[in-house]
């Protein structure tokens, strides 16, 4: 038998390898002659007794590998040193490990992959069973690196509780790293973490005035940035609490009756036509035989019919075919509608009805419910009536003209005809928009100044809102930084807050943040 094996140390010697029904067990032992005490650094060669350890190693062909390693205990002759007795030390062990570096190491990226629980599973599948309290010991054992922080960083707010408890994340724009991750967002904490990064000028933020007193309290030189995404995304809130209080919820548009649309036929539809037209062309088959001279039996036995049939053909003609058979009504039609529009399937509707005492067919049921379904669609064409909801209208007023449709454009045309405010909002916001995308910091001053004219403005208390925070909103304007990444790492600060089932405390999840393979 032979399975890869490096031994770690020149000086440990392997004694056996025993298959075992749950793996294999590998018997080591150390030779060493001349050990150095881990307190005072001093060579010693006199033994003191030994003992047996048992580690973990790496699984081998998905089976667990046990060590068995016979160490030594040692003496350490330095009279000054407080460490009398030693155990020797080995490059590829902790001291009071049960498992190798190596087999740490992979069981932490196991458990900083995902949630340690099910970390846990898939380090038992390949051969080396922990429970999910080891793996987090693991992590918090882990000493995650500080990296060093540039210049310009991003800071923003994350959840631990949604409307009750938040914290904050700091991110490095150089690296688009997560650098720090702090337990709440008062003012003190976010300084005194700044107080320890002097060396930060740039600082991109959102609207929160929280960070921008923490920010300007830790240095006042500190350029602060206003993120354009978010004061971008208070000009849409304003327009859509605008249209709360100007138009109705919905808002329809009459137009001409136009005919009904001809639907596609079901295929019993289909297949109903082809039999009409298949026996009309046999009466006309038979009529042309009759008035050639051919008597009723003859083209009885000719057609393979009935006497009294031919005659019909005969004497009615095909006038017949054109009067509608009365048709009968389902038995459990009332029954099938109620279960139709509870969205049930054919399968299912008919299935229902046998439960019931239904005796018929299924073709029976499925045609009742093909007939239903059709007499809806042709009500819902005939409708005359266009209908709009206030949200789309706030998509309208916001997409730029040359983003519309022919058919959104009609809307907004109509929408102005009948409510002429919805023009000043329209004009108000494509403004904003293109002195925020051409990045032309005067125009949007101009348009700024008009809203703050009055109060009676629409954007005049978001304008206020900007007023109180003008110096960063300058900033956006000619910084190219924004907390759009930033943004992306508190999405995954949150999935990973999932992870842990709970168990998101300040140090595991910073841990977990900063970690890298």
């Known amino acids: 038998m032979f399975i890869p094996w490096k031994i ?141 922080i540039s210049s310009v960083i991003g800071i923003d707010e994350f959840a631990w ?3 009750h408890t938040y914290g904050t994340i700091i991110c490095d724009f150089i690296t688009s790293r997560t650098v720090a ?49 978010h004061f971008i995304k208070n000009c849409k809130k304003r327009l859509d609490d605008l249209l709360l209080s100007t138009i109705p919820s919905s808002v329809e548009k009459k137009q001409a009756p ?62 017949w075919l054109e009067t509608p058979r009365a048709k009968k009504r389902h038995p459990f039609h009332k029954r099938i509608l109620y279960l139709e529009e509870e969205r049930m399937i054919v399968k299912k509707i008919h299935a229902t009805l046998v439960k ?17 379904r059709k007499t809806r669609r042709i009500q819902l064409d005939a409708e005359s009536s266009d209908l709009i909801k206030r949200p789309q209208i706030s998509v309208l007023l916001w997409k730029w003209s040359q983003q519309l449709t022919s058919k959104q454009s009609q809307w907004l045309r109509y929408l102005f005809g009948e409510y002429p405010i919805l023009k000043d909002f329209y004009e108000l916001v494509q403004t904003f928009r293109k002195s925020v995308e051409t990045r032309d910091y005067q125009r949007f001053l101009k348009w700024l100044t008009q809203q703050l004219s009055a109060q009676s403005q629409p954007f005049y208390s978001y304008a206020s809102r900007l007023r109180q925070d003008l110096k960063a909103v300058k900033n956006a304007f000619d910084y190219p930084y924004n907390n759009g990444f930033v943004e992306g790492h508190v999405n995954r600060l949150k999935t990973e807050k999932r992870r842990l089932y709970g168990r998101a405390s300040v140090v595991l999840l910073e841990k977990r943040i900063l970690f890298r393979y």
């Open 8 to 148: 770690p140390d020149p000086f440990i010697r392997l004694i056996s390898i025993t298959e075992q029904a749950t793996g294999y067990q590998l018997a080591l032992a150390s030779v060493n002659t001349i050990a150095t005490c881990p307190k005072c650094h001093c060579r010693t060669a006199k033994r003191h007794s030994t003992y047996t350890r048992y580690l973990r190693d790496l699984p081998c062909a998905g089976l667990a590998v046990t060590i068995c390693l016979k160490a030594t205990k040692w003496h350490c002759l330095t009279t000054t040193c407080t460490q009398r007795i030693f155990t020797e030390r080995f490059s590829w062990l902790t001291p009071y490990a049960r498992r190798t570096i190596r087999a740490t190491n992979l069981l932490r990226y196991f458990a900083f992959s995902s949630s340690c629980i099910i970390a846990a599973k898939l380090a038992k599948v390949t051969g080396l069973a922990v429970s999910h309290d080891t793996l987090l010991r693991i992590i918090y054992q882990t000493n995650v690196k500080p990296r060093a």
């Open 161 to 163: 509780r949604k409307g």
């Open 181 to 229: 991750i702090l337990q709440d967002r008062q003012p003190e904490t976010v300084t005194a973490w700044l107080k320890q990064h002097p060396h930060i000028q740039i600082v991109s933020r959102d609207g929160l005035l929280v960070f921008k007193e923490a920010i300007h309290a830790a240095n006042p030189t500190i350029e602060q940035i206003s993120d354009r995404w």
């Open 258 to 319: 136009t005919e009904t649309a001809i639907l596609p036929l079901a295929k019993y539809e289909e297949r109903a036509l082809e039999r009409k037209e298949s026996k009309r062309q046999l009466i006309a088959r038979v009529q042309i035989a009759y008035k050639a001279g051919h008597s009723m039996q003859q083209l009885a036995k000719q057609f393979q019919l009935n006497p009294r049939t031919i005659k019909k053909y005969i004497t009615a003609g095909d006038s």
């Open 356 to 372: 019931e005492g239904f005796s018929g067919a299924y073709g029976a049921t499925r045609m009742t419910v093909e007939a239903i």
